[in-house]
């Protein structure tokens, strides 16, 4: 499983980091865990708000998004 957290390094941006590190480790999975801030790598995804969750290719608009639901994305519930 790949992640990505797409932001700029806002606030919102770091909680979902936050989040996502501990949703990965109470399901204690092994996943890779990237953040994207790069303008161009944004621009190729075409992210058109941020924070921006990827899993596996699939994206989540995820600014307010609590532990609880990246869980159930993480375990394959959409």
């Given at each position: 499983m790949n992640i990505e957290i797409l932001g700029d390094g806002c606030?919102?941006?770091r909680q979902?980091?936050?989040r996502v590190h501990e949703a990965v480790e109470e399901l204690d999975l092994e996943v890779t865990v990237e953040s994207v801030s790069d303008a161009a790598r944004l621009a190729?995804?075409?992210t058109l708000s941020?924070?921006?969750l990827i899993i596996?290719?699939?994206a989540y608009a995820a600014g307010g998004m609590k532990?609880?639901?990246i869980k159930k994305l993480?375990?394959?519930g959409d």
């Amino acid at each position: 499983m790949n992640i990505e957290i797409l932001g700029d390094g806002c606030s919102k941006c770091r909680q979902l980091k936050k989040r996502v590190h501990e949703a990965v480790e109470e399901l204690d999975l092994e996943v890779t865990v990237e953040s994207v801030s790069d303008a161009a790598r944004l621009a190729e995804l075409q992210t058109l708000s941020l924070p921006m969750l990827i899993i596996d290719g699939r994206a989540y608009a995820a600014g307010g998004m609590k532990a609880s639901e990246i869980k159930k994305l993480l375990q394959g519930g959409d």
